[in-house]
């Protein structure tokens, strides 16, 4: 079990840019999650996988926002013309599908827009 | 919709102290997990305590343990013999067992400061 990991840890772009995240979730675990966290807040649920399968969004995830998880293993967050209220840890999770298994976090990308 | 408040920004405590965080929630659910998260700065999310709604039995794992008042929609944690890697934010979250949905929804955290 190496844990959820995400690729950049940290990312600096120019307003208006597209930046895309990358997260490996645990290897059996086969529900995935991305959370958006802002300074001073707890996390926001963006988007849920169940394998390949979008199934939940959150009305934050506006249009610029897409997620996939085109073979159901790792996914990507990506973010079109980059925005200042875009700054922010973006966390991934990863569960087992028994629903009482908890959901484990990666360490986060954290998006700074200049 | 549910929603999870912490009333306690920033908490400390001595070493080797007790200390004990505030969760309300706010749920018409009846069946639901509830959690406690811990950040250490710059460090990922962990799971400290879990608790199922149905179960009676307060959670306990180790120093750490909850106090889970089901009609006052009241969770909140307990840390006994407080060590200095104890040191974090601390948050509460919420996620409903049986509506379809997966998401965790979290209160706004509390920093907890240990002192030597």
């Known amino acids: 079990d190496t844990g959820v990991s995400q690729d950049p840890r940290h990312k600096i772009t120019k307003r208006g840019q597209n930046v895309t995240f990358r997260c490996d979730p645990i290897s059996e675990h086969n529900r995935l999650y991305w959370y958006r966290q802002t300074l001073g807040q707890g996390p926001e649920f963006l988007t849920y996988f169940q394998n390949e399968a979008q199934l939940e969004k959150s009305r934050l995830l506006s249009d610029r926002f897409s997620a996939e998880r085109p073979k159901g293993s790792f996914s990507t967050l990506e973010i079109q013309r980059t925005e200042q209220g875009d700054s922010a840890m973006y966390l991934c999770?990863?569960?087992?599908?028994?629903?009482?298994?908890?959901?484990?976090f990666g360490d986060g990308t954290r998006l700074s827009i200049l | 919709a549910q929603t999870v408040t912490q009333s306690q920004p920033e908490m400390s405590v001595q070493e080797a102290e007790t200390v004990t965080l505030s969760c309300t929630y706010d749920?018409?659910?009846?069946?639901?997990?509830l959690f406690w998260y811990k950040q250490p700065p710059s460090r990922q999310m962990i799971l400290v305590i879990r608790?199922?709604?149905?179960?009676?039995q307060n959670a306990t794992e180790n120093r750490f343990s909850v106090n889970f008042q089901k009609a006052a929609k009241s969770f909140s944690l307990k840390i006994s013999d407080s060590q200095l890697g104890d040191a974090a934010m601390y948050f509460c979250a919420y996620r409903p067992r049986s509506d379809g949905s997966e998401k965790l929804v979290f209160g706004k955290g509390t920093k907890l400061t240990v002192n030597p």
């Open positions: 999770a990863s569960s087992d599908m028994d629903n009482n298994q908890p959901q484990h």
């Open positions: 749920t018409s659910e009846s069946d639901y997990y």
């Open positions: 608790q199922e709604a149905y179960k009676q």
